[in-house]
């Protein structure tokens, strides 16, 4: 049973106001993962972590920021809200053991209106 | 070039009959895992099944299986006997080995529709 977490679950906000989705896993997983998706649609890495204090972007370009300041938590944060930042975000972790056989757990997502 | 590739953006299959979904992949990794999840409509990710690419069998989960051909470089997921709750997006995805990161690559989907 995966122990991953994100709040809110969905979310109407005006342009530009600033957002915060929040991600937290009691797994101790070392490498965590925020996407992108719109719906019926494919996967897309915005940012991810391998640790504490290690953030990188992903493939997608992204104007949103992450943090990760405790192993359990992995916020993304939106400065300023567009129409365009209207989409599912997914956070998924996994351990950081060299271990190619262990699974991402996926949050149950966030589903974000931006008006 | 693609890590993962899914050919079918949609299918039908009829309630009870078995589907077979697409997926190939490529890495030069001799170490890496494949895996299948679904999405419903709800849009939660479910782990469904793993391959791994030392494996000499296929994997199988209940209704679930997954048809490695190594040399193809696909890893096919099959479901027997089709239920309406099969309705879903279903992706394929691939976890490379140490030597490149154990970066984790995800395919465009194919959305499968089960008709009564």
């Known amino acids: 049973e995966a122990d991953i977490y994100q709040t809110p679950r969905y979310l109407v906000i005006g342009t530009g106001k600033k957002i915060t989705l929040e991600c937290s896993q009691t797994?101790?997983?070392?490498?965590m993962y925020w996407y992108q998706q719109d719906p019926g649609m494919e996967l897309h890495l915005i940012h991810y972590?391998?640790?504490?204090?290690?953030?990188e972007k992903g493939d997608l370009s992204s104007e949103s920021t992450v943090s990760r300041i405790r192993t359990e938590h992995f916020p993304l944060t939106l400065e300023s809200a567009r129409p365009s930042h209207t989409s599912q975000y997914l956070c998924a972790s996994n351990p950081g053991v060299e271990n190619f056989t262990e699974t991402q757990y996926f949050g149950p997502g966030t589903r974000l209106l931006v008006l | 070039a693609q890590k993962i590739t899914q050919t079918q953006p949609g299918m039908f299959v009829q309630e009870k009959e078995a589907v077979t979904l697409d997926c190939t992949y490529d890495?030069?990794?001799?170490?890496?895992?494949l895996f299948w999840y679904k999405q419903p409509s709800s849009g939660e990710m479910i782990f469904l099944i793993y391959q791994g690419s030392y494996d000499q069998q296929n994997a199988t989960e209940g209704r679930y299986s997954l048809n490695f051909q190594k040399a193809r470089k696909s890893a096919n997921l099959v479901i027997s006997a089709s239920q309406l709750g099969d309705s879903a997006m279903y992706f394929c995805?691939?976890?490379?080995?140490?030597?490149?990161?154990?970066?984790?690559?995800f395919g465009t989907g194919t959305s499968l529709t089960v008709i009564p």
């Open positions: 890495t030069s990794d001799p170490s890496y895992g």
């Open positions: 995805a691939m976890r490379e080995g140490p030597s490149t990161g154990n970066q984790f690559y």
């Open positions: 972590s391998y640790g504490v204090n290690s953030t």
């Open positions: 797994m101790g997983h070392d490498k």
